[in-house]
């Protein structure tokens, strides 16, 4: 296994969590997420700090911590702030 370090990717979200069963959410959905390497959710500064595989990408992590019912208020991928608007499938 990969390590924040190692891993290609890094991909930062603010998200609104009130209680330990909203960051345990988070946590459920990260933790069976193919390509995640190592994470970290935080209520207390109420973000997600995912380390991905090259294959994971931003919008899909971002989609789906976001069918929670989570608010996702900013994003970063890769150090550089990123839309946390999801595009309308076609």
């Not at 969590?17 to 207390?44: F, H, P, W």
Request: proline content about 3%; overall charge neutral; charged content about 25%.
């Amino acid at each position: 296994m990969a390590t924040a370090q190692t891993s290609p990717h890094h991909y930062k979200f603010n998200i609104t969590m009130t209680c330990s069963g909203c960051s345990g959410a988070i946590d459920r959905v990260l933790k069976k997420l193919q390509g995640v390497d190592t994470y970290n959710v935080s209520l207390e500064n109420q973000t997600a700090d995912v380390y991905a595989q090259e294959g994971l990408t931003y919008e899909t992590v971002l989609e789906k911590i976001k069918k929670t019912g989570k608010e996702v208020k900013k994003g970063w991928k890769d150090e550089s702030e990123a839309s946390v608007s999801i595009p309308p499938t076609t």
